[in-house]
């Protein structure tokens, strides 16, 4: 999906079994390992004292088998220390189910985060379908702690999104489904069939709608949305009538981290699981294994070119033609930066040339995001942020990975969603 989405999903901020199909027919091969290995100890190596505590990380650290104790210890630790009251309903949840996949006692975040689902309301029956993806997180935490007690909840929740009627999201998509598959397979003894009734409803729909996102070459929506559809896809008591060939998305996977693709500590935790045979709906099963680092095998490489010391240029316009903001413009520069640069050294060098171009940003679970551009800044609430197109095609990575080519013209429009 588009950066905007997966910045949206983290404003607002993984699962349940294992399914035979993952672990067995889509399976990494034995001489590919290593590169799964290679993503794995780059996202280990992201966690530092200085660096955003990101729970999924731990998690898909917990469900791989870490190899950086160290890293796996203090992002645990940081985690412990975390309060509720500065967490959001999807960043408390994954909090619990980090610290539960570290065996771990999550302590007083459960009942607050029951609490704040008992009360939990969309803003309407066109409620943007990314506003969910934050309780379909909550419901699946809740689930694997007390299913009987969530039971109401996750179905209150499952009525409210048959109700809606914005266009499908596909993180969400995937995320409901992994959370009402685990309520699903632990409805109670004695509970009334329509549970499972509803829930079954609601899952078919999720998942007839992943698998119109599935390519021909398997990728599912784009590559950093297709971690969370595998997950959905191969674990969902509901089948969708379009077969998923999990063997393809796979072999395609391999080849985008082969590519590089897969660099940002965020997007290789949301892949990791479906590449280890697991899903969020592990997370009450880790092991907690005695401390024992492995050396995990590493892909060899050729020795890398050393970088080019010339220059690229790449023009940047910021754009705001928005109604309702008083400050309308469109601006553009022509930035000269060394080649192989990230989206970031260009914005910082626009800065540095002309004071109009001057931005402020916002660290979050998938790195740095623009928050404002020429003092006009995002607002969740006039759903208004900052979108980066290269030429008309929106980028899926944000400006601290994205690496501009010469004479790429790079656009900053304020949109609304």
């Known amino acids: 999906m588009a950066w905007f ?4 999903l983290n404003l607002l901020w993984a699962v349940a079994g294992t399914s035979t199909q993952t672990r067995s027919s889509c399976s990494v091969p034995p001489a590919q390992q290593p590169l799964v290995n290679g993503i794995q100890v780059l996202m280990e190596n992201s966690v530092t004292s200085s660096a955003f505590p990101n729970p999924s990380v731990l998690i898909a650290m917990n469900l791989a088998g870490a190899y950086n104790l160290e890293a796996q210890k203090l992002l645990t630790y940081k ?5 509720a009251a500065d967490l959001t309903t999807g960043q408390l949840a994954l909090t619990i189910m980090a610290l539960t996949s570290s065996c771990r006692d999550p302590g007083n ?16 029956s066109d409620a943007e379908a990314s506003s969910f993806y934050g309780p379909s997180l909550a419901i699946l935490a809740l689930c694997q702690k007390n299913p009987e007690v969530t039971l109401p909840i996750a179905a209150r929740f499952a009525k409210t999104l048959l109700a809606n009627s914005s ?19 632990k409805i109670p003894v004695g509970s009334e069939e329509g549970y499972r009734t509803l829930f079954g409803q609601v899952l078919k729909d999720m998942v007839e709608h992943i698998s119109m996102r599935i390519k021909d070459n398997g990728i599912i929506g784009d590559i950093y949305s297709t971690g969370l559809a595998m997950q ?27 590519q590089g693709k897969f660099h940002n500590p965020m997007s290789i935790a949301q892949i990791l699981p479906s590449l280890e045979g697991k899903t ?4 009450p099963h880790v092991s907690c294994s005695p401390d024992h680092e492995v050396q995990p095998t590493l892909p060899t490489y050729p020795s890398p070119v050393p970088p080019s010391a010339s220059n690229i240029t790449v ?6 033609q928005l109604r309702g903001v008083e400050l309308l413009f469109n601006v553009t520069i022509d930035v000269s930066v060394k080649s192989g640069s990230v989206l970031l050294v260009v914005l910082e060098e626009a800065q540095r040339k002309n004071p109009v171009f001057k931005f402020e940003t916002t660290m979050t679970s998938w790195g740095l995001v ?42 900053a429009n304020f949109t609304q969603y």
């Open 5 to 8: 989405a997966l910045h949206l």
């Open 79 to 83: 985690l412990l220390a975390s309060d």
């Open 109 to 124: 975040k459960v009942s607050i985060l029951q609490r704040q689902m008992e009360n939990w309301a969309p803003s309407g």
């Open 167 to 185: 266009p499908f999201n596909i993180d969400t998509g995937a995320m409901v489904t992994l959370a009402l598959t685990c309520m699903y397979n």
């Open 232 to 258: 959905a896809l191969s674990v969902t008591p509901e089948q969708p009538n379009k077969e998923w060939h999990c063997k393809k998305t796979m072999d395609t996977i391999l080849n985008e981290i082969k």
């Open 280 to 283: 969020y709906l592990d997370v």
């Open 315 to 320: 023009m940047y316009t910021i754009n705001n």
């Open 370 to 411: 623009i928050s404002s551009i020429n003092n006009i800044a995002e607002n969740v609430n006039h759903k208004t942020y900052w979108q980066f197109l290269s030429g008309k095609t929106p980028l899926n990575e944000g400006v601290a990975d994205y690496i501009p080519f010469n004479h790429e013209h790079i656009t």
